[in-house]
């Protein structure tokens, strides 16, 4: 997708610039599969630290979960689960019309992830501050939202992944 979408947060123009970053969409997957994290949440984590100076509390997690937590549940996650179902089946597909279908309601996936970090821009604004380098900032965001997630810390592969974003999400331009 355009990172210059019009109308689009300073949030989601961040997003979409880092996950087309290399190596963050393995990334991201891994944490999502691992540890039950909602990607967006992370980004937003990961904008907080690298872009803003901002601290992720529990406080401020917790907020930005009952802000999106049910349109994520009922929308993006239903979407997903609908457009993967669509890869492999259920007959008739797949076909070349259930492809077509299927690459529809991906565009409509973003677009309500869109959604979700437009709203959760709206929160970047009233978080503490923090100290430390951007990357420092961005891998301590994420780490909190990991942990949250998962009722754990990060393991070793989980601590590489966050690294890894915290590093596209710190890099300048």
Not at 68 to 77: D, I, L, R, S
Not at 88 to 112: C, F, N, Q, Y
Not at 149 to 173: F, K, Q, S, T, V
């Amino acid at each position: 997708m355009d990172q210059d979408l019009p109308g689009a947060s300073d949030l989601a123009r961040f997003a979409l610039k880092v996950y087309a970053s290399e190596g963050v969409p393995p990334a991201c997957l891994l944490l999502q599969e691992r540890a039950g994290v909602d990607v967006n949440l992370l980004l937003f984590a990961a904008f907080a630290g690298a872009a803003r100076g901002a601290a992720v509390d529990a406080a401020a997690l917790a907020a930005a979960r009952a802000a999106v937590g049910a349109w994520h549940a009922e929308v993006v996650k239903a979407l997903r689960a609908v457009r993967q179902r669509l890869k492999a089946g259920p007959p008739p597909g797949p076909t070349p019309v259930t492809e077509a279908l299927r690459d529809k309601l991906k565009k409509v996936e973003i677009e309500s992830e869109l959604i979700e970090l437009d709203t959760l821009s709206a929160l970047a604004g009233g978080l503490p501050p923090a100290s430390g380098t951007p990357e420092a900032r961005a891998i301590a965001a994420m780490a909190a939202v990991v942990a949250a997630c998962a009722g754990r810390p990060p393991d070793d592969a989980e601590h590489g992944a966050i690294a890894l974003i915290a590093r596209r999400a710190a890099a300048p331009g």
